[in-house]
């Protein structure tokens, strides 16, 4: 069953009824996230809201893609950061102990008094996703270099196939 992306949830509600959510949130509405960014983008959501069999506990299953811009702490340049997470979460009454809990959920608590938005969660997970130093996933030229002129740093250059052909017709 799938539905538009709703504001605000009740996780335990969906639980119970094993709904799936589907749709796209701007990452300019996520106020925290946006001041990690450099830029707008979208990330696609999928949400499969379920009761897990065994433990009889609401969980959710999330799916969140994204290109985050960030900069690149090596060149100094926008870089896009590729975010592909997936996510599974025991949901958790404030009240109730995070103690037992299967070791294949992260617990999500909620505070049964308040509405759920949607985007918090989604939030937190693409914060935690964001590498602590971001760098392009080539060699970039650091920034350094420019000035000094020296040659790119060629610490990731992968070892070339021929070189490794003409090291075996020395033997
Ligand atoms: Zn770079």
Not at 25 to 45: H, K, N, P, T, W
Not at 47 to 69: H, R, Y
Not at 70 to 81: I, Q, Y
């Amino acid at each position: 069953m799938h539905q538009k992306l709703p504001v605000e949830i009740d996780p335990f509600r969906l639980a119970k009824a094993g709904l799936i959510l589907e749709g796209k949130l701007s990452l300019s509405s996520m106020a925290r996230l946006s001041d990690l960014l450099i830029g707008d983008g979208e990330v696609d959501v999928k949400m499969k809201f379920d009761i897990d069999s065994v433990l009889g506990t609401p969980i959710m299953s999330g799916q969140f893609k994204a290109e985050l811009p960030l900069v690149c702490e090596r060149c100094t340049e926008p870089m896009k950061f590729e975010a592909n997470i997936d996510c599974s979460l025991a949901i958790i009454n404030s009240e109730r102990k995070v103690e037992g809990l299967a070791e294949q959920y992260e617990p999500w608590i909620i505070d049964n008094d308040d509405p759920v938005l949607l985007s918090s969660i989604v939030e937190d997970e693409l914060i935690l996703a964001i590498p602590l130093v971001p760098k392009h996933s080539h060699a970039c030229l650091p920034k350094e270099a420019w000035f000094s002129g020296e040659e790119k740093i060629d610490d990731e250059k992968p070892v070339s196939p021929f070189a490794v052909l003409a090291a075996l017709k020395k033997d």
